[in-house]
């Protein structure tokens, strides 16, 4: 075995050095690229089950290594980090054939079987839906089915209290000199956290509008949400930045504090001077799907729901809490509650009760693949110039890149419901090339 590898190796070093991607025509490029990624996921997947094997002897205490990891980071060039994971990811391959067959096979990628076998080893039974969850959708998408495949199997309280004694802020500088963070904890701190973030950077938007700061105008709302956090920690620290302190009371922040400071002494900002009269986009929102029965009960039963919207299962107890603390900014979906699915009105926009649940159904962009969150828009499957009412059942949420392919250039999803294939006019599975569909609100 280890000559026949030897030897492919050899020949893949042999073809890599006289490899010219300049020859290759796009189309090409394309297809080698993804004949690459598919043996890259099989020569993964062979040394994590390889590295995973040589640890459970001792060669790499008799070298002088720490541990296996560290023998693995050195001799590969990986870090620790990553060496620990994939030894970790090896090592739970080993005890699951049907998982390591597939990676081997090339059918998931490293990252997934990583996955895949991280939801096996704690909820066996799920371990084929995970690997078809992994083929036809996107990592995070695969993370998130991961996260319930071991909660529905996981006691919620100890999960959290584990969470909780792992909660970190680790901050440190990398290679080029900058700034890097790193957050673990709660998904509900995330929406504390959120709350305080989401106005300041609404309010900086629209002031940098106003006043027509060009190239800050369009800034991403990640170097936007950096700046409202550095503003946040200027007003603590008691000197104003492109906001003062008195902004952010006016955006409801600093409740305790009743009133303004004297403004004597204070040189308005940039965003006072021109006081924008709207925020731009929607504020923060914490959207909660629970079974009513769960939440009475105090935990949920196999099949029952307790999630938080992009962040997974929690216990009922976190919910609760928000309901107690946080209500103003919840959006809860009741099982046994309100149904929203017949709910329809005259206007072109949905309705609040249809957006909630819009946003509960379509958490990612409902084209197959792509797993965009941030900006996504409210799409008629039927025009609203035909049929001049709003139905959920016929609404999806598309992310500005897929929306903008509709509108331009007549892509559209496939007929169904939930994530599904978003594909061009001629693909023969689009729904224009069908008879047009004569839709009817329930």
Not at 139 to 167: C, N, Y
Not at 282 to 311: H, N, Q, T, W, Y
């Amino acid at each position: 075995m280890c000559r026949e590898l030897s030897e492919l190796g050899k020949s893949i070093t042999g073809y890599a050095g006289g490899f010219d991607a300049s020859v290759l025509t796009p189309t090409q490029a394309g297809e080698v690229m993804l004949l690459c990624s598919r043996m890259e996921a099989s020569l993964g997947s062979i040394k994590r089950l390889a590295a995973a094997r040589y640890a459970r002897g001792s060669a790499w205490k008799q070298e002088g290594f720490r541990s296996p990891a560290d023998q693995l980071a050195r001799r590969t060039g990986m870090s620790p980090a990553n060496a620990k994971r994939a030894l970790e990811a090896g090592q739970r391959m080993t005890e699951q054939p049907e998982v390591a067959l597939a990676a081997l096979l090339g059918e998931l990628s490293v990252e997934q079987a990583a996955a895949v076998a991280d939801g096996a080893a704690v909820n066996p039974a799920r371990t084929r839906d995970l690997i078809e969850v992994a083929r036809r959708t996107s990592m995070p998408e695969l993370e998130q089915e991961v996260s319930r495949a071991k909660a529905a199997v996981t006691d919620q309280e100890a999960r959290h209290r584990a969470i909780h004694s792992k909660r970190s802020f680790r901050r440190w500088t990398d290679r080029d000199g900058a700034l890097q963070a790193h957050l673990y904890g709660h998904p509900e701190d995330g929406g504390l956290l959120w709350r305080a973030i989401d106005p300041i950077r609404r309010r900086l938007i629209m002031a940098r509008r106003e006043v027509g700061e060009g190239a800050r105008s369009i800034d991403s709302l990640e170097s936007v949400d950096y700046d409202a956090l550095l503003a946040l920690a200027a007003a603590a620290a008691g000197h104003d930045s492109e906001l003062s302190l008195d902004d952010l009371i006016e955006l409801g922040l600093f409740p305790q504090l009743t009133s303004p400071r004297p403004a004597e002494s204070t040189t308005p900002s940039p965003a006072r001077s021109r006081r924008p009269r709207r925020l731009a986009g929607s504020p923060a929102k914490v959207i909660v799907r629970v079974d009513l029965d769960a939440l009475l009960r105090g935990f949920p039963l196999d099949g029952e729901m307790c999630e938080l919207d992009g962040a997974g299962p929690v216990p009922v107890s976190v919910i609760r809490q928000l309901l107690a603390h946080d209500a103003t900014i919840l959006a809860i979906a009741l099982t046994r509650g309100r149904r929203v699915q017949g709910v329809y009105h005259h206007r072109r926009h949905p309705s609040a009760h249809q957006k909630t649940a819009l946003e509960l159904l379509y958490p990612t962009c409902a084209a197959s693949g792509c797993s965009a969150r941030i900006g996504l828009q409210a799409d008629h499957r039927i025009d609203w110039t035909r049929t001049h009412y709003t139905v959920l059942d016929y609404l999806d949420r598309l992310c500005p890149h897929h929306h903008g392919l509709k509108t331009r250039s007549n892509w559209a999803l496939v007929e169904g419901s939930g994530k599904r294939p978003f594909v061009p006019p001629t693909d023969p599975r689009h729904p224009g090339r069908r008879p047009p569909a004569t839709a009817a609100p329930p």
